[in-house]
């Protein structure tokens, strides 16, 4: 058994958390200095004594309004079955630590082939997550729905345990730009809420996320309307330049002029990635104007354009999760993402919507625009 600690991959020794040992949870870690250090994250996960939930933060400065809900679920169970990728017990991705960061894989048609089957099940359990978005249903129900759909698929949910990631998906509302941690808050209607989910099958990922209206609320919303489909059309846009040759560079300088339209800022510390056997490889591909980002596209290379729009400052900060990162003035923030192939004439999205894919775009009244 490996340690519990959320930083540790050494194997667990006779030391037992009492707590947990009373609820009938299994934990055991390597030494008392790994328990003291990973305390204050693993005591979120303990349930509390009287059913009630709680912030885990109650010293934390938040930015906005949305708070963490704790106690977190168990981890989810995977199915022998299902092949892991081998981050997946370690908690540490160390064929994507080896890589080269320098080096942007171009992809055999067997490996192209994989991509595409894999994508239109990232896909699929995106759509199926997307459907259970509304106004009442908590994110940590969200996470339960696309964890079964994966297990249903034979494919496991690359964030589990990705640097001890404890979900199974993403899910960032309103002012929390990425990497959100599904819990026990129920949505609101008016919120908004991005659902990023990758997958892993047959030896490669695929990584998809969007942003969705939560109830009739959202939808009347002027400014979520101008941040959501600001955000999705200048995702629409860098993708249309996606060719042999492009820069990567390139797609932040459309990235921000669409932005700008909108009146809105793109984030900077988050960039797209490429993506085929590694959860993030190279290229990076950052999202703003004027960028260093070297490197052009070249048929075969897998990677993924992922914008985040704030509607105030680009700037972020994160929770003491060490995951769920917000914008720093509370303001709202949406993203849209998509896994794309680099073809001989343009591109492919291999993550692409389909007729039946929920959270389509609405209409933009132009005064909204800058």
Not at 20 to 38: D, M, P, V, W
Not at 60 to 78: D, H, N
Not at 218 to 227: H, K, T, V, W
Not at 233 to 252: E, H, N, W
Request: hydrophobic share 35%.
């Amino acid at each position: 058994m490996k340690c519990s600690g959320a930083d540790c991959a050494n194997e667990a020794g006779s030391l037992k958390c009492p707590v947990c040992l009373k609820h009938g949870i299994e934990s055991a870690y390597c030494s008392q200095t790994c328990f003291k250090r990973n305390w204050a994250l693993h005591k979120a996960t303990h349930p509390s004594e009287d059913g009630e939930t709680y912030d885990p933060f109650p010293k934390q400065a938040y930015t906005g309004e949305i708070r963490a809900v704790y106690p977190l679920a168990p981890r989810p169970e995977i199915k022998e079955s299902i092949a892991k990728p081998d981050y997946a017990d370690t908690g540490f991705p160390k064929s994507e630590v080896e890589e080269q960061r320098s080096h942007i894989r171009v992809l055999d048609a067997d490996t192209i082939a994989k991509m595409r089957a894999v994508s239109a099940l990232a896909r699929e359990i995106t759509d199926i997550g997307g459907r259970a978005v509304k106004p009442g249903v908590t994110t940590e129900e969200i996470d339960r729905i696309v964890h079964a759909a994966c297990m249903e698929r034979g494919c496991y949910p690359s964030p589990l345990n990705y640097y001890n990631f404890p979900r199974s998906c993403c899910t960032s509302v309103n002012e929390v730009i990425c990497h959100g941690i599904p819990d026990k808050r129920p949505l609101e209607d008016g919120d908004i809420i991005n659902l990023d989910i990758t997958v892993y099958k047959d030896g490669v990922h695929s990584d998809m996320n969007h942003t969705y209206y939560v109830g009739d609320k959202a939808r009347a919303n002027p400014d979520a309307i101008r941040l959501i489909e600001g955000t999705r059309q200048a995702l629409d846009a860098a993708i249309a330049l996606v060719k042999p040759g492009a820069l990567f560079r390139s797609f932040g300088d459309e990235i921000e002029k669409v932005a700008k339209k909108f009146g809105l800022s793109v984030v900077r510390s988050y960039t797209g990635h490429g993506i085929h056997e590694l959860f993030h490889a190279a290229p990076n591909i950052p999202h703003y104007a004027n960028n260093k980002a070297a490197g052009i596209c070249k048929p075969g290379m897998c990677f993924t354009i992922e914008p985040m729009l704030n509607l105030g400052t680009y700037r972020d900060k994160s929770w003491p999760d060490n995951w769920t990162a917000v914008t720093a003035d509370g303001k709202w923030s949406a993203q849209f993402e998509h896994t794309l192939l680099v073809t001989e004439d343009g591109c492919e999205v291999l993550t692409a919507r389909n007729k039946r894919s929920p959270g389509g775009p609405l209409p933009v009244p132009k005064k909204l625009l800058a």
